[in-house]
């Protein structure tokens, strides 16, 4: 028995803001910015919740898979800025959605959270505890920005993407790793509400995401090969065998390092971060979304799905379409 994607689905916030509306704002240049990422314009939330961009992009999924919300056994969310602290995403989503009988959590595993919710949903359908589950990635990443920290804000953008799994004879996850190094977590993270109860003194400053880029780069170069090449290595297939690499969208430059270390074309990574940047645990799902609504997976095919981020965390899965 395998986890096969029956149906996926996306949806960005109206607003878009494009380099040179950032450098009206701040200290950059859209020649800055697209030089150093690939990065030309993000989606940002104005109007939009996340449970709303989420629903949407579950609402598309749930069509295409066939599969009423009621039926959902359960409901997955990777995200690190969900609406609120309480209830989770996944719930606010099981609420819009109708999706009484499902089970729902979040997962907090920043860009690799649609992996890490996948493959846990890969594990929950393995075992035969259910059969129907909605595996959402998405975030509001421009809420946890500071808008004066030039090195951090323009890289980020919002949105959600989903995508609904079932039990397949045939085709499906065939593979996948998962990792995390904890010890080297600060070079990308932000620090949540400080404690305030009557016994500590302390500033109530909020916090928002601070990185160490250049870490990060070194981290994700060197990780994500040897990720993707270790899942590939447990699903009995090469290289060779892979029609699309959908990773997260983080750098334009980092994907095309992973392309030359795996010696795999350009081509067969599609990339969608000229237009969305990086929606940390919503870009792999909204890339797969687009690469399936463009018909660019075909059954049978072979695809990897590969993330990585904050924590540090890192997933790939290797799966026949
Ligand atoms: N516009 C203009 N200048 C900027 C800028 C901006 N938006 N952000 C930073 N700078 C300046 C800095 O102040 C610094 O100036 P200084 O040299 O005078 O101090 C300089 O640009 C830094 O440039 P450089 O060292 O060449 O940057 P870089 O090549 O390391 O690129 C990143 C920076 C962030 C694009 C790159 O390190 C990166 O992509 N890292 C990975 C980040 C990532 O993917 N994170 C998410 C992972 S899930």
């Not at 099981?94 to 690799?112: P, Y």
């Not at 323009?154 to 065939?174: K, Q, R, S, Y």
């Not at 990339?271 to 940047?277: A, D, E, K, Q, R």
Request: charged share 20%.
């Amino acid at each position: 028995m395998k986890t096969r994607i029956c149906g996926t689905g996306s949806a960005l916030p109206k607003r878009v803001v494009k380099n040179e509306d950032l450098s009206k704002i701040m200290d950059t240049s859209d020649e800055w910015i697209k030089s150093r990422t690939g990065i030309a314009a993000r989606h940002l939330a104005v109007e939009e919740t996340l449970v709303q961009l989420a629903a949407e992009a579950s609402r598309q999924a749930l069509k295409e898979a066939g599969i009423a919300a009621k039926e959902l056994d359960m409901i997955l969310a990777g995200t690190i800025s969900a609406d609120n602290i309480l209830p989770s995403l996944a719930c606010e989503l099981q609420r819009e959605l109708g999706a009484a009988k499902a089970v729902a959590f979040d997962i907090n595993a920043a860009c690799s959270g649609f992996l890490f919710a996948l493959q846990t949903a890969d594990v929950y359908i393995k075992s035969g505890q259910y059969r129907n589950i909605l595996v959402v990635g998405g975030e509001i990443l421009s809420k946890l920005m500071d808008w004066n920290d030039r090195s951090t804000c323009v890289l980020f953008g919002d949105g959600a993407g989903a995508a609904v799994v079932c039990p397949d004879e045939t085709c499906g996850i065939l593979s996948g790793v998962q990792g995390s190094d904890g010890a080297r977590g600060s070079v990308l993270s932000c620090v949540g509400r400080r404690n305030n109860n009557p016994y500590v003194t302390n500033s109530t400053a909020l916090s928002f995401v601070s990185m160490d880029g250049q870490e990060v780069y070194k981290f994700a170069v060197r990780t994500v090969p040897k990720a993707i090449a270790e899942a590939l290595e447990k699903a009995g297939l090469t290289v060779e065998d892979i029609d699309l690499f959908v990773l997260h969208q983080a750098n334009i430059r980092i994907i095309e390092s992973v392309s030359k270390r795996l010696k795999v074309p350009m081509e067969k990574f599609p990339t969608n971060l000229s237009w969305c940047g990086n929606i940390s645990a919503g870009s792999v799902p909204i890339l797969l979304d687009d690469v399936n609504r463009r018909g660019l997976l075909k059954k049978g095919d072979k695809v990897v799905l590969a993330g990585f981020g904050a924590g540090l965390t890192w997933g790939a899965s290797v799966m026949t379409w």
